[in-house]
C-alpha cells in the first residue's frame, strides 16, 4: 500500500468521529433549545427563586425591592435566567452525549473507572451550589446590607437599592463559584488516575493547597470575609477527602493487580 493510501485510510476514521461529533453536538444544542424555551416560560418564577435569600437577609415584615435602571435590563435579566437554568436542565442530556461520544474509544476498565467521575460531577455540584444558596448567600446578604443607615448626625441615609442585573450576576457568581469547587475531588482524582499526580505529591502539597484555597476564595468571592472562609474551607475539607478517596482507589488498584497474575495461572 502506497502513503497516498494510507493517508486515505486515515481520513475515513477521522471524517466518521468528526461526522459523529457533529450529531452529539446537535442533539445537545437541541436539548438545550428546548430547555431554553421551558425555562424562559417559567423564568419569573426561577428568578423569584434567586431573590429568596435576598428576602432573608432583609428580613420578614420588610418592604425591598430590586430595581432596574434600564429598559430593557429586567428582559435581559430572564434571558440570563433562563439561559442559567437551561443549562442546568439540559446538563444530563449534555453529558450523555458527551459519554455516548467518548465511551466507544474507551476500555472496559476504562469505562467503569471513568463513569463515576461522570456521575458525581453534577451531585457534587449541586451540594456546592446548595450551600452558597442556603447557607453563604443569606449571610453575606445579610452582612451587606448591615450598611444601610437612617442618616444619623449627617442627615444623609445609605439604602440598598439593588439592581436586577446586578443581584443577578451576585447570585450567578456565588452558585458557580461554589459549584465548580466542589468539584475539586473530581479533578484531582482524574489528574491521579492519569499519572499526573500522585497521593503523595498531593500530601507534600498540602500547605501550599490551603494558601490556594483561600486565593481562590478571594478571587471568586465577594470582599467579605466570611464568603471567603465559607468557600475556603469546604475546599480544604474537599482536598482532604480527595488524599482518602484516592488511598481507596489505590488499594483497589493493588488489589487487581495481586488478582490478575493469580488468575492468568
Same mark, same amino acid.
Given at each position: 500500500m502506497s502513503a497516498d493510501d494510507d493517508l486515505d485510510a486515515s481520513k475515513a476514521p477521522l471524517m466518521?468521529?468528526?461526522?459523529?461529533?457533529?450529531?452529539?453536538?446537535?442533539?445537545?444544542?437541541?436539548?438545550?433549545?428546548?430547555?431554553?424555551?421551558?425555562?424562559?416560560?417559567?423564568?419569573?418564577?426561577?428568578?423569584?427563586?434567586?431573590?429568596?435569600?435576598?428576602?432573608?437577609?432583609?428580613?420578614?415584615?420588610?418592604?425591598?425591592?430590586?430595581?432596574?435602571?434600564?429598559?430593557?435590563?429586567?428582559?435581559?435579566?430572564?434571558?440570563?435566567?433562563?439561559?442559567?437554568?437551561?443549562?442546568? +436542565?439540559?446538563?444530563?442530556? !449534555?453529558?450523555?452525549?458527551?459519554? $455516548? *461520544?467518548?465511551? #466507544?474509544? /474507551?476500555?472496559?476498565?476504562?469505562? @467503569?473507572a471513568f463513569l463515576p467521575f461522570m456521575l458525581a460531577t453534577p451531585v457534587l455540584f449541586t451540594m456546592?451550589?446548595?450551600?452558597?444558596?442556603?447557607?453563604?448567600?443569606?449571610?453575606?446578604?445579610?452582612?451587606?446590607?448591615?450598611?444601610?443607615?437612617?442618616?444619623?448626625?449627617?442627615?444623609?441615609?445609605?439604602?440598598?437599592?439593588?439592581?436586577?442585573?446586578?443581584?443577578?450576576? +451576585?447570585?450567578?457568581?456565588? !452558585?458557580?463559584?461554589?459549584?465548580? $469547587? *466542589?468539584?475539586? #475531588?473530581? /479533578?484531582?482524582?482524574?489528574?491521579? @488516575?492519569?499519572?499526573?499526580?500522585?497521593?503523595?505529591?498531593?500530601?507534600?502539597?498540602?500547605?501550599?493547597?490551603?494558601?490556594?484555597?483561600?486565593v481562590i476564595a478571594a478571587v471568586l468571592t465577594p470582599p467579605d470575609l466570611w464568603s471567603q472562609f465559607?468557600?475556603?474551607?469546604?475546599?480544604?475539607?474537599?482536598?482532604?477527602?480527595?488524599?482518602?478517596?484516592?488511598?481507596?482507589?489505590?488499594?483497589?488498584?493493588?488489589?487487581?493487580?495481586?488478582?490478575?497474575? $493469580?488468575?492468568?495461572?
Open positions: 466518521d468521529h468528526l461526522i459523529e461529533l457533529r450529531r452529539r453536538l446537535l442533539w445537545s444544542l437541541a436539548a438545550l433549545a428546548v430547555a431554553f424555551l421551558i425555562a424562559f416560560t417559567q423564568s419569573q418564577k426561577i428568578f423569584d427563586f434567586l431573590v429568596q435569600p435576598l428576602g432573608q437577609a432583609f428580613g420578614p415584615g420588610t418592604d425591598h425591592k430590586l430595581i432596574y435602571t434600564k429598559l430593557y435590563e429586567a428582559f435581559f435579566v430572564n434571558i440570563k435566567v433562563s439561559l442559567f437554568a437551561a443549562f442546568c +436542565l439540559a446538563f444530563p442530556v !449534555i453529558a450523555s452525549q458527551l459519554w $455516548a *461520544f467518548v465511551a #466507544p474509544g /474507551l476500555y472496559k476498565r476504562e469505562k @467503569r456546592g451550589a446548595a450551600l452558597a444558596y442556603y447557607v453563604v448567600m443569606p449571610t453575606a446578604f445579610r452582612f451587606f446590607l448591615s450598611f444601610q443607615s437612617g442618616g444619623g448626625t449627617s442627615g444623609v441615609s445609605q439604602e440598598a437599592l439593588p439592581a436586577m442585573g446586578d443581584y443577578l450576576a +451576585l447570585v450567578m457568581q456565588f !452558585i458557580i463559584a461554589f459549584g465548580v $469547587a *466542589f468539584l475539586l #475531588p473530581v /479533578l484531582l482524582m482524574l489528574l491521579e @488516575r492519569a499519572g499526573i499526580l500522585t497521593r503523595a505529591q498531593l500530601i507534600a502539597g498540602r500547605r501550599y493547597a490551603i494558601v490556594g484555597a483561600f465559607a468557600l475556603a474551607i469546604p475546599l480544604i475539607l474537599l482536598y482532604e477527602i480527595s488524599i482518602i478517596a484516592i488511598w481507596f482507589t489505590e488499594r483497589k488498584r493493588a488489589r487487581e493487580a495481586v488478582q490478575i497474575p $493469580a488468575a492468568a495461572e
